[in-house]
Structure formats: C-alpha cells, structure tokens
C-alpha cells in the first residue's frame, strides 16, 4: 500500500523560507508524476507545482515561479518544495499528492498525504 506522509510545515513570518518533504512508501517512483497542492481556509485546493520522477522536469503555478522549489532525492523516496519568500497569502494546507501514471491532468493525482499547515505572519 502506498503511503505519502508530509512534514515540515509551520509558522514563519512574511519573507521567511520552509521546505516541506513528502516521503513515500510502499514502491518506488519511477513512472510518477509528484506535486503539491494547497487549500486556504475557504478556498478551493489549488495546484503549486510538480515534479515527474524519472525526467526532473518540474512545473509550477504562476503566483510561486520564482520563489518555490520542488525537488527530489531519489534515495529516499521523497520529495520535497523548498519555499522562499513566503507571503500571507501562502497560508494554507498543504498536500502532497501522487500520480502513478504520471499523467497530464491534475485529475491524475490519485494518492494523498494528510496535509501540513503552513502559516505565514505579516
């Protein structure tokens, strides 16, 4: 069974950085597509960025180019979003999530984590 558990969240003043990690277990990655996604308190949960394991290549929404990192370390079977410069807005939830397929759409993620706060001070 596949299992994805996040950690790192937190409370970080406004311009600060966290990196968040999400681990998986239960098989390796190779053919997924990894990404993180956030949910705001009355807010849908939006798309942040994505990773396809066996290229690297990574994708991002347009409010976080520039300021987020996702990233991989193999070895471990983890992945992670560095982020810097970090603003109120990017308060949310946020979930690690997994597309075995490695699919297009972000209706392929199909496996998720529990979720980590971050909260971000002005």
């Known amino acids: 069974q596949v299992q994805l558990v996040e950690s790192g969240g937190g409370l970080v003043q406004a311009g600060g950085s966290l990196r968040l990690s999400c681990t998986v277990s239960?098989?390796?990655?190779?053919?997924?597509?990894m990404g993180w996604f956030r949910q705001a308190p009355g807010k849908e949960r939006e798309f942040v960025a994505a990773l396809r394991w066996n290229t690297g290549t990574t994708s991002y929404t347009d409010s976080v180019k520039g300021r987020f990192t996702i990233s991989r370390n193999n070895a471990e079977n983890t992945v992670y979003l560095q982020m810097s410069s970090l603003k109120p807005e990017d308060t949310a939830v946020y979930y690690c999530?997994?597309?075995?397929?490695?699919?297009?759409?972000?209706?392929?993620?199909?496996?998720w984590g529990q979720g980590t706060q971050v909260t971000v001070s002005s």
């Open positions: 239960g098989r390796t990655l190779s053919g997924y597509r």
């Open positions: 999530a997994a597309d075995p397929r490695g699919g297009s759409l972000l209706s392929d993620f199909r496996l």
